[in-house]
């Protein structure tokens, strides 16, 4: 059975950092492309980030680039979102997504439970 | 505002069949594909139909996919009460190069 278990999210101020994890079991995680997809508090779906199976392409939504970086780690079986300067606008539910392809096919068939992230002063 | 436009709402009786349409333009489902997802309250979103009319495994064939130029469409039959939920649609956009999703439709089965 597929898990995707994220972590390391909560309160944080304007403008510090937050690092994101994602751990995955139930599969073979090099194989897939991974994604991280954001949900503010009763508003839509918001792709953020995604990256291919090895590493060597990465996309980002406008509203995060330069201030997101979205990088695994195979071995450890592990997606990670490294976010900058945060806003208020980034506080929203982070979920990690498993893409059906291993360069981004663009869909996502396995999801995690989300991790809240709030930023406020 | 979403780039995909979305039907805030829909309902329908128990047993019968629901629509909910997805409209784009050019740059997105007019040359890309399109995939719909369910959220039940609480929860994360499921994948329902990739490459605009395909079900993954597992997902019924009351659920399918359709496009036509710059638009999708979801179709749900013989609708139950837990297909209460939250879709959306979602598809590449090249002049974004990003992810899009529309706004996400409410379906109530009355």
């Known amino acids: 059975e597929v898990q995707l278990v994220e972590s390391g999210g909560g309160l944080v101020q304007p403008g510090r950092s937050l690092r994101l994890s994602c751990a995955a079991s139930?599969?073979?995680?090099?194989?897939?492309?991974m994604h991280w997809v954001r949900q503010a508090p009763g508003k839509g779906l918001e792709w953020v980030s995604g990256?291919?199976?090895?590493?060597?392409?990465?996309g980002y939504a406008d509203s995060v680039k330069g201030r997101f970086t979205i990088s695994r780690d195979n071995a450890k079986k592990s997606l990670y979102l490294q976010m900058n300067s945060l806003r208020a606008e980034d506080t929203a539910l982070y979920f990690c997504?498993?893409?059906?392809?291993?360069?981004?096919?663009?869909?996502?068939?396995?999801w995690g439970q989300g991790i809240l992230v709030t930023v406020s002063s | 505002q979403s780039v995909l436009t979305q039907p805030p709402s829909v309902s329908a009786a128990p047993g019968q069949k629901v629509t909910i349409s997805c409209s784009g333009s050019?740059?997105?489902?007019?040359?890309?594909?399109v995939s719909w997802y369910q959220q039940l309250p609480g929860t994360a979103p499921k994948l329902l139909i990739y490459?605009?009319?395909k079900r993954p495994s597992g997902i019924p064939d009351r659920f399918s996919g359709s496009k036509s130029g710059t638009s999708a469409t979801l179709g749900i039959t013989g609708l139950q009460t837990g297909d209460e939920a939250d879709y959306y649609c979602?598809?590449?956009?090249?002049?974004?190069?990003?992810?899009?999703f529309g706004g996400g439709t409410k379906l109530t089965v009355l």
């Open positions: 997504a498993k893409d059906i392809g291993y360069e981004a096919r663009n869909y996502f068939d396995s």
């Open positions: 139930g599969f073979t995680f090099d194989d897939y492309a």
């Open positions: 990256i291919s199976w090895n590493s060597g392409s990465a």
């Open positions: 050019s740059s997105n489902i007019g040359n890309n594909y």
């Open positions: 490459d605009n009319n």
């Open positions: 979602g598809t590449w956009d090249s002049s974004l190069s990003a992810v899009i």
